[in-house]
């Protein structure tokens, strides 16, 4: 059994890697770090686990983490994990981090979008970015994952084979995106509250969200030059789920048939890529509470321009269920194993 253990449990990203770790059948859960619940029963802060896993929650201490565990997700704020990761590394633990803080390969980018020093650029040399259907190879092979953001997740599966096969202006894309709340963490947070949020819907972050800087990072390789593009998030009055519209003008006209065959050659082979039909696209209600993708194309003929839709759960495929699908990786496992439930619908 893998023994694994979870820091930041208790958030939102957090508390979903504890749940999906409890059923995973490879996975045996050894800690769980909370700094604010320590002494208490996870199933005290989330009753949805009680009976089902009663497990203590813990202060941090790498020594203990490392004698205990083969594995650590840490689910900490931006700027956390850099502080506490090295710890852990250096005691030959394997980690995925769910933070932004190992994602970059140039810690001057990472500088630049999160307006802080970089304490450890060194293991960024080690990490590898745990998108699994474009770092399949790298990640089987890593110690350190930086675990993807959510919006860049669906948003990079959602252009990378345009962008890989050449055929689209990539002075030209354009995503325009949608996040549940639980995006934002579970801190309290006026502008998240209830009443702020729902039944309404707001654009923030234009032209300054950190994730266009991942987006742009994964896109420019796979373009073998640097991209830059236009990003709009936007919190939409649901729970969970992101929902990206990206648009790119085609450099010749492509049918929505060939641009389908297109994306299902790249993704062959990939379990959570879910490619629709030409004609039909797919919606948060088929993916929330799931690990799939689901994308779906339309081409507009008047201004040659093809129109991307994905779809993600942003806290499965987002955050704990990619760092899962990592761990299994990293572990010589099936990557689908533990995660191939479907979606919840309603």
């Not at 996870?42 to 686990?49: D, G, T």
């Not at 006026?190 to 702020?196: H, Q, V």
């Not at 990939?270 to 209600?285: M, T, V």
Request: charged content about 20%; overall charge negative.
């Amino acid at each position: 059994m893998i023994r694994a253990g979870v820091l930041g449990g208790t958030g939102y990203a957090g508390i979903e890697v504890v749940r999906l770790l409890i059923q995973h059948p490879e996975t045996e859960l050894c800690r769980i770090v909370s700094q604010s619940y320590a002494g208490k029963k996870i199933s005290e802060v989330y009753p949805s686990l009680m009976g089902i896993c009663d497990l203590e929650c813990s202060a941090l201490d790498a020594d203990d983490i490392a004698a205990s565990c083969d594995v650590v997700f840490t689910a900490l704020p931006h700027g956390a994990s850099k502080e506490v990761i090295p710890l852990l590394y250096e005691k030959g633990l394997r980690v995925i981090d769910l933070s932004g803080d190992f994602r970059y390969n140039d810690p001057a980018v990472y500088e630049l979008w999160y307006e802080q020093p970089h304490s450890h650029p060194e293991l960024l040399k080690e990490a590898v970015y745990g998108l699994c259907e474009l770092h399949r190879e790298e990640i089987k092979k890593a110690r350190l994952i930086g675990n993807p953001g959510c919006y860049t997740t669906c948003s990079i599966t959602a252009l990378a084979p345009l962008v890989d096969a050449g055929i689209v202006d990539n002075k030209s894309l354009i995503i325009d995106a949608k996040s549940g709340v639980t995006g934002a963490g579970r801190g309290l947070n006026l502008p998240n509250l209830f009443c702020e949020c729902t039944e309404t819907m707001k654009a923030y972050k234009i032209a300054t969200h950190r994730h266009t800087s991942e987006i742009e990072q994964e896109l420019s390789l796979l373009a073998g030059e640097d991209i830059i593009l236009s990003f709009t998030p936007h919190l939409a009055p649901m729970k969970r789920g992101i929902l990206a519209t990206c648009y790119a003008n085609l450099k010749v006209y492509h049918s929505p048939e060939e641009l389908v065959a297109l994306y299902r050659k790249f993704y062959e082979g990939d379990p959570f890529i879910r490619i629709y039909d030409a004609g039909s696209l797919p919606e948060i209600k088929h993916i929330a509470g799931s690990n799939y993708i689901g994308i779906g194309l339309e081409v507009d003929k008047r201004l040659n321009r093809v129109v991307v839709v994905s779809c993600i759960d942003n806290l499965i495929k987002g955050a704990a269920g990619q760092a899962v699908q990592n761990m299994n990786l990293l572990f010589g496992l099936d990557e689908g194993t533990g995660l191939m439930s479907a979606g919840m619908y309603l």
